[in-house]
């Protein structure tokens, strides 16, 4: 739709209504393809009941077991999840490169900081949390857990003249999000029985 003050009067409106579920993005394509990749990492915290301890898991990569799902069935409903959680996590990362409380300024420069609030941009948190949570609980079925926390991973892409080279293996960047409360949802009809072993393990890991 071409740009007009209808369309500028009413973006907020539609925006909250076609976001992050029924938004689309053509910039796969030139002149300007994406110049990096965004992944979901989350792991659970709960009470181990026979230690009495607060344990945490290992980071899942969410994204990965969705891509994953919906390249072994295309067909398959997960292809909501998949791009719903896709959409969230762009409309996060441009959301939160704007917010004043997710960046520390230092001799003009930003950084990161250990932990991005958890309230940052709370409809796309929401997606991802939920997300994950599902996974979570198809993962360790006899976990209940009790907070969750999420982490965003950017890969830097390799430019077409240099295609060969691959992903890197050391990102360029993580966001780490504060804890936040565990809310059951209810796991995914479509795959089950996954083996936290066999689970693709992201390459990042927590210094």
């Given at each position: 739709?071409?740009?007009?003050?209808?369309?500028?009067?009413?973006?907020?409106f539609?925006?909250?209504?076609?976001?992050?579920?029924?938004?689309?993005?053509?910039?796969?394509?030139?002149?300007?393809?994406?110049?990096?990749?965004?992944?979901?990492?989350?792991r659970?915290?709960?009470?181990?009941?026979?230690?009495?301890?607060?344990?945490?898991?290992?980071?899942?990569?969410?994204?990965?077991?969705?891509?994953g799902?919906?390249?072994?069935?295309?067909?398959?409903?997960?292809?909501?999840?998949?791009?719903?959680?896709?959409?969230?996590?762009?409309?996060?990362?441009?959301y939160?490169?704007?917010?004043?409380?997710?960046?520390l300024?230092?001799?003009?420069?930003?950084?990161?900081?250990?932990?991005?609030?958890?309230?940052?941009?709370p409809?796309?948190?929401?997606?991802?949390?939920?997300?994950?949570?599902?996974?979570?609980?198809?993962?360790?079925?006899?976990?209940?857990?009790?907070?969750?926390?999420?982490?965003?991973?950017?890969?830097t892409?390799?430019?077409?003249?240099?295609?060969?080279?691959?992903?890197?293996?050391?990102?360029?960047?993580?966001?780490?999000?504060?804890?936040?409360?565990?809310?059951?949802?209810?796991?995914?009809c479509?795959?089950?029985?996954?083996?936290p072993?066999?689970?693709?393990?992201?390459?990042?890991?927590?210094?």
């Open positions: 739709m071409p740009t007009s003050s209808l369309k500028l009067k009413m973006a907020s539609l925006d909250s209504y076609v976001n992050p579920y029924f938004s689309q993005r053509w910039n796969f394509f030139a002149p300007t393809p994406p110049t990096f990749d965004i992944v979901l990492l989350a659970g915290r709960y009470l181990d009941p026979d230690t009495a301890e607060i344990e945490k898991t290992d980071w899942l990569d969410i994204s990965d077991t969705l891509i799902a919906l390249r072994k069935n295309r067909l398959t409903p997960l292809f909501h999840a998949e791009i719903s959680l896709s959409n969230a996590l762009v409309h996060f990362v441009n939160f490169k704007n917010d004043p409380q997710t960046f300024e230092k001799g003009g420069k930003k950084y990161l900081p250990a932990e991005i609030p958890a309230d940052v941009d409809v796309d948190m929401m997606v991802m949390r939920r997300t994950a949570m599902a996974d979570l609980e198809v993962t360790y079925p006899k976990i209940k857990f009790q907070s969750v926390q999420l982490g965003i991973m950017i890969y892409l390799p430019r077409f003249t240099e295609r060969h080279k691959g992903l890197t293996e050391n990102p360029s960047a993580i966001a780490l999000v504060a804890w936040q409360p565990a809310e059951w949802v209810p796991p995914y479509c795959y089950s029985g996954l083996n072993s066999e689970r693709l393990r992201p390459h990042w890991r927590e210094p």
